[in-house]
Structures are given as C-alpha cells and as structure tokens.
C-alpha cells in the first residue's frame, strides 16, 4: 500500500500542466454548483413557486441537455475543447445570474434550458480534454483523480450551500454599502440572505474560467489535424452528416466500443429504476428521516471519493474491464439486498457498499475507453455513452412509477440488478484485456491520428 500511495503521489506530481489546470477550474465549479443545488429549491418555493414548476423547470433542462448532445458532437470538430467548456461555462453562468436576478416565470425557464445545454456539453467534453492532457502511463490516475475531486468538492459544495445563508444573516454584510446600493435589484425580507448566499456560491465558479484561459491548446496536438480540416468544410451540410454517419458505425464497431455503448445503456436503465425515488425509499419504505438520509448521502459522497482513488490500483493488478466485472457484479449483492433488507442501519450500509463497488473502477474504464479510441473520435464515443445513459435513464425513471404502483419497491432494486447483471454480459468478453493490450490499442489509435 505504501509504494501504491508513492507512485500515486509521483503520478499526480508528474501530471501536465493543462491537467492540473483542469482539475482546479473543475474543483471549483463542483463547489460551486454543489453549494447552489442545496439552496436553489429552497429559494424558489420561498418566493412561491411550486413544486409542479420546479417540475417543468426540470423539464426544460433536460431539454436543454438533449440540445447540448448535438453542439458538442458537431461543433467539437470544428473548435478546440477547451474554448467550448469555456464558452459553456460563460452560458451557464449568464443562466444562473438571471435566475438569481431575474427571478420571473418565463427567464427561469429559459435560462434553465441553456444551463441544461452548456452542463451536458462540459460533461460530454471532459473525457476526451483529460485523455488528451495526459500520456498512457498517467490516464487512468487523472480520470481517478478527477472522480475523486469531484465526490469530495460535492460535499465541501453542500457544506458550504448551507452555511452561506447563516453567514448572510449578519448584519455587517445586510447593511454594507455595496449591498444597500444594490437593493433596488435584491429581494426583500427573509428571502434576501438565500439570494446572497446563491450570489456567493455562483461566484465561486467564475474564478474557473481563469485556469481554462491558462491551457494551452498547443498541448492538445492530437486533435489538430482533425480540427484544422473540419474548419475547411461548412458546420453543417449533407456532406458532413454523411460522413459523421459513416464515421460513427466505424466508432460503434471498432475495438468493441458497442459494447461500452449498451454496457452504458443498460447502467442507465438500471439506475433510472431505483435511483430516482431513492430519498423516498429511505423515507417512505425505510423509515428514515430527511436528517439521516442526508447523513447517508453525505458518507456515500465520501466513500465515493475515497474509494475512487484506488482504480488505478486495480488497473494495475486486476485489469481495468476486469476489475470493473468483478466489483460491480459484488454490488449486486447489496443490490438485493436492499430489496430484501428493512433494517435501516443495514440497508444505509448495503446503500453505500453498493455504490462504493459499483464505481470503483469506472474511472479506469473511462480511461480505458478512452485510450483504445483515436483522438478525434473522442467526443463522438463521449457523446454516444451519455446519450445513452440519459435515454435509459430517463425511461428507467418513467418505468420505476409504474413499478412502484403495481408491486412495490423491491421490484425496482431487483430490476435494476437485472439490468446491471445483463451489462456485464457485454463486459465479459473485454475482461481478459491486460495491460500490455490496452497500450497496444493505445499506439494503435495514437498511429491512427497521425494518418
């Protein structure tokens, strides 16, 4: 474990520029999209909007994320990642500021659409910018690295989205000149601490852009002759759409990336089902109070973190698809369990085992995944594996009412095992991949970029 923790240390030392830039302009949008999402429902029931609104306004976002699928697929041909995440971040900022200041039906709307937009185009982009600001030997501990960061900023993000309205209680910073001049702009009465607590946290984000600025494009030189000759063509025409199409069968057959695409689909699916009404569940058939539900989730978030820094281990000695199988098909277990189990000290614990074992290894096979795949293809496999876990996820959501209606919630935990045991399925077949072939398919895609 010793000489693991060394070589991790000397991993991360060793780490590009460009990602450890990332990393910090990640840390701190986590934080602060963490902190607003503790707050953000709170301000807008107190200034009367319903539940069925919040609704709609999930809605829009998601729509808004559909919409995003399509610029970051076309347009990543065109323009270097790191300009796009930094133009999306831009659009969600502006989305945010006007839902904080514009507080209004109709703005909040469609502001929340373009959040949803810009937010699937950085989710979507980040894969491929991580694989392009790192070598083979370092990859797979960036990608763990980045997972890791990201569990632990969330629950800094949360902890701090609920200090912030204490903090704004006090009446040095409610009679500051600078808050007094901007009154005419502000909520009134015991809803103005929750504003500048949602001002706060939002602002934590726009240092971030600054890191982005700092990366240097010339060290993402994989992609260049692919950008250069996609800014020959026009964006959009048949010629493109038939060429892409081409392209993308060539991606959905090549090194088994099918797999990973209905691997992805049916972890969406699984997840839809039991994920969507987990608070109720704890509530409602657990018998657990918000309070501990949010302690649960709370030691979920950094179990999350903590056993996330290990896939680079497990790459190593396991295998990365291999170590995949093998963790997540002992999730399952807990899985059931917690279909089978009531006692709540046991389910909290079966709860966060089962997310602990199920995304150990994703980040290493997210690096793998990447590795095997040419540079220029990254964002269209991104792409395709968050279509389709969006798409699964979402009918999976709509299925597990209906399972819950009928039967109970034990069926939507036992679906959901179901669905993940049949993911593996498509697995297996990569799982005997050593370390020596994942760098053969690296060389590969590296020869193929340079065609």
Known sequence: MRIFLLNYMQKIRALQR?????????????????????????????????????????????AGAAVGFIPSLLIARVYTIRKLLIWSNIIGGIGAAAQLFIPQEYPLLISTFFIGASAVIYVILTPPLLAESSDEAERTHLFSLNASLGYITAVVGSLLGGALPVLMQ????????????????????????????LFAAGSIAVPSLIPLALMDDARIAQRAGATQSAGSQPLFSKQRAKEWTQEGIRLFKQNGIWRFVLYQSLLGLGAGLFLTYMSLYFEAFI?????????????????????????????????????????????????????????????ALAYIIRTSLMNVGQPAVQSYMMSITAAQDRTTLSSALNISWQVLFAFGGWQSGYLLREIGYPATFLGAAVCYGAALLFLLPLAGGSSAKRQRFARLSEASDQI
């Open 18 to 62: 460009n990602a450890r830039l990332f990393l910090l302009s990640n840390a701190l949008i986590t934080i602060s999209t963490s902190a607003l999402g503790v707050l953000y429902s709170l301000f807008l029931l107190r200034l009367g909007f319903n539940t069925q609104f919040q609704s709609n306004l999930l809605v829009m976002g998601v």
């Open 287 to 347: 018998h657990v109070n918000v309070w501990d539900y949010g302690i649960i989730s709370a030691l979920t978030t950094v179990s999350l973190g903590i056993v996330s820094l290990f896939s680079p281990l497990i790459a190593e000695k396991i295998g990365s698809v291999r170590g995949a199988v093998i963790f997540q098909a002992l999730s399952l277990v807990f899985l059931v369990g917690m279909a089978l189990l009531r006692a709540p000290i046991i389910v």
């Open 170 to 197: 006090n009446s040095a910073i409610l009679q500051s000149p600078i808050i007094l001049a901007a009154k005419p702009y502000l909520v009134s009465g015991s809803l103005l601490p929750i504003q500048l607590a």
